[in-house]
DNA sequence: TTTTTCAGCACAAACGTTTGCGCTAAATTT
DNA sequence: AAATTTAGCGCAAACGTTTGTGCTGAAAAA
């Protein structure tokens, strides 16, 4: 019982059978006869046979593991992909081989160096927000290892990717603000380089023109997403427009430091402005005022469909030649949920 | 150029000399004649050669691999960990095999025997809040594969552990407390079974008896780590005592409430009622009120040493007969630091 | 009965690498 | 010149598993 591993071995010739034969019965190869099938299982069960995956892998040149490479792992959005992609895995007896790139996009680089040396199955990528060079990735499908990308997408055709489609969630919040008969919505945007940002002001103008109402562009500011930005992007959006009575600010973080620059400048969040923001912090919901709604982005959704598509990718390698290949393309709908939390204020 | 990755059989025949050679040679073994080992090295990269893990790993039984258990990512202390984890296996060309609990029994035992299929060289592990039964660890001594615990230790004797002091810490907070002249402090505690509690308790006692002052029971109460269970805490005290002047918080989210709370019984956070906390969240430098000062646990400092612990374990494998075979018990010990976004509000 | 079929198993190669051992020829020592 | 050392390399086994092919004897078909 104590120290090594048992191995096939040992039951063959415990048996006086090949190991071939232990191998098939192991499998329920059909070729095999049902008492020596029942027999060697018998054996393997007492002697407390686990395969070697090690030698499997090597023998099969398989891994069994997928790669997840991402940016930061405590960002919320990022560490709900990873239970996701876990949970996947997980079922199909994948296990996960995680690093983070920190943004860096040498370590990205490295990452991949690593992740090829340890024949990965394939890779869910969500790319560093510096890297410009994408060659480490072309590099890989010289190796027949598929990749699908999420959220943060390089600018590549060719490519399978997973991401969510804001426009739709940033229509549904301005709508909803909208009927709940608001009538001057600021949005505090990111900057104007980020389609995110051009996202974000798509869903704005179409919910104002879907509603017959007109569109004006002095409600909508840039900001850079420090605190700094977001103050004197607030204190412009004030300024101009002194019957604005709802914002809506680009991510979490925006709105924490909007919602804590307005209490300083006191102002009634209950009644006289309220924001609505895209949900990256789960803490939101320990703040002292929350947005009254944000737009979900379904990271674990996102995750779950990433990984879907990567085992299809690997289990369909063979027929993978460039004519017959297809690359996925999905886009998860984001969708405006109220906060709860707000209500028990 | 296409599809399959060189082995170092291809480089052989294109020399004209024996695997070994090229093997040796690529290691830099002393008995490969130099100009060999060069014309050897050259092809090597030419060729873009790149050593097959997986049959490295098969024959060596090892796969330069960690596995790390944990119960839940979205915790910014193991997200802390994770990364401290990641880092130090990095430096030694070591990947990551990350896991989630999820504080379930059952899974942590699955997780376990996936592990074990791996032939991971070692593990890191926090372990679930509900696992009471520990045969799983123990099987793996069996296997040789080192373990060394973190934080969540389980009450086993001969064992390796990484843990935090939060005695020092809490000390330091009710001193630093003292000394800025408060003389009626609260404690909001968490159940008295933890030790975790126990601990936060010692270091508030011997604070105050240190500085000469009579320890009041009633100042320290417990909770049930809930929002209402907090609020119910934080009214007690408040009642019991007029003239308290601060609180030290179980944990952040303890914190969080009772902050939320204090504002909306209208209490004076700047001036009347002062918090320290025990460091969790990143976010509460968004918040609106933080705790002047939080006990900080460095949970990246804790991972290090755990790989560290563990690198030792795996290297020394063979000399570690039960008899000479000594046990690490590793203590970090918490610290109090001041919040400097405090200030900034 | 003879031929065919097929169930049930064994043989052996292969995956890529490491490593103990043995061999040869040259260099060094007597 | 003979004996000894040594530098430099090749041979082959081993790690555990999978899998194509070949073999044997018995059951089915003729």
Redesign the pocket.
């Known amino acids: 019982m104590g120290g090594?591993?048992t191995?096939?071995?040992e039951i063959?010739s415990l048996l006086?059978?090949?190991?071939?034969?232990?191998?098939?019965?192991?499998?329920k190869?059909?070729?095999?006869?049902?008492?020596?099938?029942l027999r060697v299982q018998k054996l393997a069960e007492e002697l407390n046979?686990?395969?070697?995956q090690?030698?499997?892998f090597?023998?099969?040149?398989k891994s069994y593991t997928i790669g997840l490479i991402l940016p930061e792992l405590s960002e919320a959005f990022f560490s709900s992909v990873v239970n996701a992609v876990e949970d996947m895995a997980y079922k199909k007896n994948y296990t996960v081989l995680l690093a983070q790139s920190h943004d860096n996009e040498d370590r990205e680089k490295q990452i991949i160096q690593m992740m090829k040396n340890h024949r990965v199955d394939g890779l869910v990528v969500s790319v560093a927000k510096t890297t410009t060079n994408f060659d480490h990735f072309h590099m890989l499908e010289k190796y027949n290892i598929p990749i699908v990308f999420f959220d943060r997408i390089p600018p590549l055709k060719n490519i399978h990717s997973v991401a969510c489609n804001i426009e739709t969630g940033s229509f549904e919040a301005v709508n909803y603000l909208l009927k709940k008969g608001h009538r001057c919505i600021g949005l505090i945007n990111g900057p104007a380089a980020l389609t995110a940002s051009e996202e974000r002001k798509k869903g704005y103008f179409n919910a104002i023109t879907k509603n017959r109402l007109k569109f004006d562009p002095s409600l909508i500011v840039s900001c850079d997403l420090t605190e700094k930005g977001t103050q004197e992007a607030l204190t412009a959006l004030m300024e101009n427009k002194r019957n604005l009575t709802a914002i809506v600010t680009f991510n979490d973080y925006v709105a924490l430091y909007a919602i804590k620059y307005a209490r300083k400048l006191n102002i009634d969040l209950k009644n006289d402005l309220q924001f609505i923001s895209y949900s990256n912090l789960p803490l939101i919901n320990y703040m002292d005022h929350v947005p009254i709604a944000s737009v979900e982005q379904f990271p674990y959704k996102q995750g779950e469909k990433a990984v879907e598509i990567l085992f299809d990718l690997i289990n369909n390698k063979d027929s993978s030649t460039p004519e017959t290949m297809y690359y996925n393309k999905v886009v998860v709908e984001s969708e405006l949920v109220e906060n709860q939390s707000y209500h028990t204020d």
């Open positions: 090594k591993q191995t096939i071995k063959a006086n059978i090949s190991v071939s034969t232990v191998s098939r019965a192991l499998h190869h059909p070729s095999i006869g049902i008492t020596t099938q046979y686990e395969p070697n090690a030698a499997i090597f023998q099969k040149g």
